[in-house]
């Protein structure tokens, strides 16, 4: 069965980084296009940042030049550096496949200080 493990996030100050990964497994990894999405407290789950299997990358536009996603098909993770954090970046980060299967329990990231 396919598994999302995402892990990395926390508390921190806004200008700060964390940096995020999704373990990946049940699927043939490397030709997958994977999505970081995130939901905000009383917000729908959007979408952040997307890498495709050939490693090209996508940012909604309140991220672009902040956060950078990357992949390691050789262990199967996805990473999402995020620099210059902001209060408004608070959420639980979740990745998935396209077409979307079944979600995991995502990793809780809040910028407060």
């Known amino acids: 069965q396919v598994q999302f493990v995402e892990s990395g996030g926390g508390l921190v100050q806004p200008g700060g980084s964390l940096r995020l990964s999704c373990a990946v497994s049940g699927i043939t990894f490397r030709i997958e296009d994977i999505v970081w999405y995130r939901q905000a407290p009383g917000k729908q789950r959007d979408w952040a940042a997307r890498?495709?299997?050939?490693?090209?990358?996508q940012y909604e536009e309140s991220v672009k030049g902040r956060f950078t996603i990357s992949r390691d098909n050789a262990k199967n993770t996805v990473y999402l550096q995020m620099n210059r954090l902001k209060p408004e970046d608070t959420a639980v980060y979740y990745c998935?496949?396209?077409?979307?299967?079944?979600w995991g329990q995502g990793t809780q990231v809040t910028v407060s200080s």
């Open positions: 998935n496949r396209v077409p979307n299967v079944s």
């Open positions: 890498i495709t299997r050939e490693g090209i990358t």
